[in-house]
C-alpha cells in the first residue's frame, strides 16, 4: 500500500460547482498537509497547507484534515475554467528540511 | 524573480550516456531537493540537501549522483542513463527552519532515455 493515495481522475465537472478532492494515508506521523496545483507543463505551486487536523479556508479554496481517518480534502467552491489543472496532496512527517511524499494527483476539467 | 531555474527544460538521450541536470534558487533558501515525476507515480524524492555540504537519500536514489556546489546550485547527474529514468525531473527548494516551510518547485527537466 502505498503511503498516500489519491484518484487520479479526470474528474470533470461543469463551472460554478462545488469540487471535491480528496487523499487518504497510512503514515500516522505526518503532520503537515498541503494542496499543489500543477498546470501542464509546469511545476507544483503550493495552494494551502494545513498543520495537523481542522480546516482552513483561502478564498473560494477550503482545506480539511481529519487525522483520526487519515483522511485530506480539497474544496474548491464556484469552480472556474482557470482552475483546470492536475491538484497533488503531499505531506510531511515534521518541520525541518524532510522532503515531501505526495499524492499521484487529480486530473481536474473544469467545463465552461 | 526568477525562483528556481532548472535547465536544460528538455534532453534525449541513448542508453548509457551520462548527464547532468542543474538547479539553481535565488531566494537564499538552506534547503534543496531533486523529484522525478512519472505517470501513475506522482512525485517521489529522488536526494534532497538539508543545506550546503551535505546530501541525503530520498526514495529512489539509485542511479543518480547529486552535488550541492554551493548555496544556491544543487544539480542531479546520471551517469549511465536507462529507459527507466524517463521522466520529468523537478528542483525544489525551501528553508530549513522548524515548522512549515513551503517547498518552491522549477518548471522541470523533461528527460528521454531511447
Same mark, same amino acid.
Given at each position: 500500500?502505498?503511503?498516500?493515495? *489519491?484518484?487520479?481522475?479526470?474528474?470533470?465537472?461543469?463551472?460554478?460547482? &462545488?469540487?471535491?478532492?480528496?487523499? $487518504?494515508?497510512?503514515?500516522? +506521523?505526518?503532520?503537515?498537509?498541503?494542496?499543489?496545483?500543477?498546470?501542464?507543463?509546469?511545476?507544483?505551486?503550493?495552494?494551502?497547507?494545513?498543520?495537523?487536523?481542522?480546516?482552513?479556508?483561502?478564498?473560494?479554496?477550503?482545506? *480539511?484534515?481529519?487525522?483520526?481517518?487519515?483522511?485530506?480534502?480539497?474544496? &474548491?467552491?464556484?469552480?472556474?475554467?482557470?482552475?483546470?489543472?492536475?491538484?497533488?496532496? +503531499?505531506?510531511?512527517? #515534521? #518541520?525541518?528540511?524532510?522532503?515531501? $511524499?505526495?499524492?499521484?494527483? $487529480?486530473?481536474?476539467? &473544469? *467545463?465552461? | 524573480?526568477?525562483? @528556481? /531555474?532548472?535547465?536544460?527544460?528538455?534532453? @534525449?538521450?541513448?542508453?548509457?550516456?551520462?548527464? /547532468?541536470?542543474? %538547479?539553481?534558487?535565488?531566494?537564499?533558501?538552506?534547503?534543496? =531537493?531533486? =523529484?522525478?515525476?512519472?505517470?501513475?507515480?506522482?512525485?517521489?524524492?529522488?536526494? =534532497?540537501?538539508?543545506?550546503?555540504? /551535505?546530501?541525503?537519500?530520498?526514495? @529512489?536514489?539509485?542511479?543518480?549522483?547529486?552535488?550541492?556546489?554551493?548555496?544556491?546550485?544543487?544539480?542531479?547527474?546520471?551517469?549511465?542513463?536507462?529507459?527507466?529514468? /524517463?521522466? @520529468?525531473?523537478? %528542483?525544489?527548494?525551501?528553508?530549513?527552519?522548524?515548522?512549515?516551510?513551503?517547498?518552491?518547485?522549477?518548471?522541470?527537466?523533461?528527460?528521454?532515455?531511447?
Amino acid at each position: 500500500q502505498k503511503e498516500v493515495e *489519491q484518484d487520479p481522475g479526470p474528474l470533470s465537472v461543469p463551472e460554478g460547482a &462545488i469540487v471535491s478532492l480528496n487523499c $487518504t494515508y497510512s503514515n500516522s +506521523a505526518f503532520q503537515y498537509f498541503m494542496w499543489y496545483r500543477q498546470y501542464s507543463r509546469k511545476g507544483p505551486e503550493l495552494l494551502m497547507y494545513t498543520y495537523s487536523s481542522g480546516n482552513k479556508e483561502d478564498g473560494r479554496f477550503t482545506a *480539511q484534515v481529519d487525522k483520526s481517518s487519515k483522511y485530506i480534502s480539497l474544496f &474548491i467552491r464556484d469552480s472556474q475554467p482557470s482552475d483546470s489543472a492536475t491538484y497533488l496532496c +503531499a505531506m510531511r512527517r #515534521g #518541520g525541518g528540511a524532510d522532503g515531501l $511524499t505526495f499524492g499521484k494527483g $487529480t486530473h481536474l476539467i &473544469i *467545463q465552461p | 524573480n526568477a525562483g @528556481v /531555474t532548472q535547465t536544460p527544460k528538455f534532453q @534525449v538521450l541513448k542508453t548509457g550516456q551520462s548527464m /547532468t541536470l542543474q %538547479c539553481a534558487q535565488d531566494m537564499n533558501h538552506n534547503s534543496m =531537493y531533486w =523529484y522525478r515525476q512519472d505517470p501513475g507515480m506522482g512525485l517521489r524524492l529522488i536526494y =534532497y540537501s538539508a543545506s550546503e555540504g /551535505t546530501t541525503d537519500k530520498g526514495e @529512489v536514489p539509485n542511479g543518480y549522483n547529486v552535488s550541492r556546489l554551493n548555496k544556491r546550485e544543487f544539480s542531479l547527474r546520471l551517469e549511465s542513463a536507462a529507459p527507466s529514468q /524517463t521522466s @520529468v525531473y523537478f %528542483c525544489a527548494s525551501s528553508e530549513a527552519r522548524q515548522g512549515f516551510q513551503p517547498q518552491h518547485f522549477g518548471d522541470g527537466t523533461r528527460l528521454s532515455i531511447l
